[in-house]
């Protein structure tokens, strides 16, 4: 699935002329593998097991980059950045004691891009994720 996202990246950057070296290609494959919410140094790891001359710098730069062009989304999240791709659209679930994130498919929110709310307001995109216990912690909680 995330093999489409990887390619219309490297095809839009392409076509932007930016240079497509090979630590920001495994920077973006790294990225695409991570999963949900992966800090940089998940990130940094892999992209060096894809590319060992990968640099910091380099993950840093290519992360904010896709984020500025709306490829990857980034949370802050106790003072550490986290970051995916942004497509496929779902959501999450997130366990408030153990900081466990599962990833949510379904989407509830029927409002879609482009559409205009509220007098106006013009809809980009939507952030939710939904606040419980993993299973795990539910059964602690007993
Ligand atoms: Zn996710
Ligand atoms: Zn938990
Ligand atoms: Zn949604």
């Known amino acids: 699935m995330s093999f489409n996202i990887v390619s219309a990246i490297l095809q839009a950057w392409r076509a932007r002329g930016r240079r497509l070296t090979a630590p920001r290609r495994a920077v973006l494959a790294a990225l695409a593998r991570v999963g949900c919410r992966a800090d940089v140094q998940t990130v940094y790891r892999l992209a060096r097991r894809l590319y060992p001359r990968t640099g910091l710098v380099t993950v840093y730069r290519t992360l904010e980059l896709l984020v500025q062009e709306g490829w990857a989304e980034r949370w802050e999240d106790g ?5 995916e791709l942004a497509q496929p659209h779902h959501h999450h679930l997130v366990c408030v004691r153990c900081g466990f994130v599962a990833r949510w498919d379904r989407c509830p929110v029927p409002v879609r891009r482009g559409t205009k709310v509220k007098g106006g307001f013009l809809v ?3 952030r939710l994720e939904l606040l419980g216990y993993c299973r795990r912690c539910r059964e602690v909680r007993r």
């Not at 003072?79 to 970051?83: I, L, S, W």
């Open 124 to 126: 980009t995109g939507h």
């Open 79 to 83: 003072g550490v950045a986290r970051y």
